[in-house]
C-alpha cells in the first residue's frame, strides 16, 4: 500500500513559486493498476517523480508499505515522459541500467531477450538513442523499467509516441506481465480509452494545482470489443463530465 497524505510540491523558477500539487490525498492498493488522466500541467510528472524518488523536496508524506521512498532499496521500475534515456550510453546499455545497479553485473536473461524482442529492438542494441526514432527510444524506456522485474512501475504516458497498432500491441505485452505478479502500477494517460482500457483504478486530477478529485473502480479495465460497451459509453462520459468540470 501507498499512503499519500497532504503532498505539496512547489517549484521556484526567477522569483515565481508555481504550486505544483496541492494537499494531494491518495492511497494505492498494492497489486492493482492506477491509470491518472487529468489536464496539461496539473502535476501528474510532479506526482510521479515524488514517488519515484526523484524529487525530495515536498512537504506531507508519502509511505510505501510504511515506509520512505527509497529507490537504492525498494524495485521502481520508472518511465519518464521525455524517455530518460542516456545519451552516451547505446540500446543495450541503456536498458540494462536498473538491472545493472541491483544486481552488479548480472547480463541478459531469457526474459531479458523475450522483452526485446517482444519490444522491437533487439536488432538495435548498439545504438545510441540519437540513432533512433521517438518511438523506438520510447520501447528502450520500456524495457529497461519492465527488466527490472520491478515492485512498483511507474509510467509517465508511456504509449504516446507509439502509432495505434504498435500501441495497442504494447498495452497487451503490458497487461501479460502485469497478470505475472500483478506488480502495483501507475500509469499516466491523457487518453480516456487507455485510462479504460488499462487500469482496474481510475484516478482523475482536478486542473492545477493537482489534487485528486475521484478515484473511480473501473468495470472496463481489460474489456474486449471495449467500444461497443454500454459500461464504456457511461464511464467515458462520466470522466468526460469530470475533467470537464475540473
Ligand atoms: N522545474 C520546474 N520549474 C517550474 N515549474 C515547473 C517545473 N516543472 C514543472 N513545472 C510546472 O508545474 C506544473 C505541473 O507540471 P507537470 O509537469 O507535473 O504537469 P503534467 O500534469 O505532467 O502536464 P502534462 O500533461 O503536460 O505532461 C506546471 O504548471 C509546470 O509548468
Ligand atoms: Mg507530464
Not at 532499496?73 to 521525455?82: E, T
Request: hydrophobic share 40%.
Amino acid at each position: 500500500m501507498i499512503e499519500i497524505k497532504d503532498l505539496t510540491v512547489k517549484y521556484y523558477r526567477q522569483n515565481e513559486e508555481t504550486l505544483a500539487l496541492d494537499k494531494l490525498n491518495i492511497n494505492i492498493a498494492t497489486g492493482e493498476i492506477y491509470t491518472f488522466i487529468g489536464p496539461s500541467g496539473c502535476g501528474k510528472s510532479t506526482f510521479l517523480y515524488v514517488l519515484s524518488g526523484i524529487l525530495k523536496d515536498y512537504s506531507g508524506s508519502v509511505k510505501i508499505d510504511g515506509r520512505d521512498v527509497d529507490p537504492k532499496s525498494q524495485r521502481i521500475g520508472l518511465i519518464l515522459q521525455n524517455y530518460g534515456l542516456l545519451p552516451w550510453k547505446n540500446v543495450y546499455s541503456n536498458t540494462m541500467l536498473g538491472v545493472k545497479i541491483k544486481n552488479a553485473q548480472r547480463g541478459l536473461d531469457e526474459y531479458g531477450k523475450y522483452l526485446l524482442q517482444k519490444l522491437g529492438i533487439d536488432k538495435l542494441l548498439d545504438r545510441y538513442p540519437k540513432e533512433i526514432s521517438g518511438g523506438q527510444q520510447q520501447r528502450v524506456a520500456i524495457a529497461r523499467a519492465f527488466m527490472l522485474k520491478p515492485d512498483l512501475l511507474l509510467m509517465d504516458e508511456p504509449f504516446s509516441a507509439l502509432d495505434a497498432i504498435n500501441r495497442e500491441e504494447l498495452q497487451e505485452l503490458f497487461l501479460n506481465i502485469w497478470k505475472e505478479n500483478n506488480v502495483t502500477t501507475v500509469f499516466i494517460t491523457h487518453s480516456v480509452d487507455e485510462a479504460l482500457y488499462l487500469g482496474s483504478k481510475i484516478v482523475v486530477f482536478s486542473p492545477a494545482p493537482g489534487k485528486i478529485l475521484k478515484v473511480l473502480d473501473n468495470p472496463c479495465f481489460q474489456m474486449d470489443n471495449l467500444r461497443s460497451r454500454e459500461e464504456y459509453y457511461d464511464m467515458s462520459m462520466h470522466l468526460r463530465q469530470l475533467l470537464n468540470k475540473g
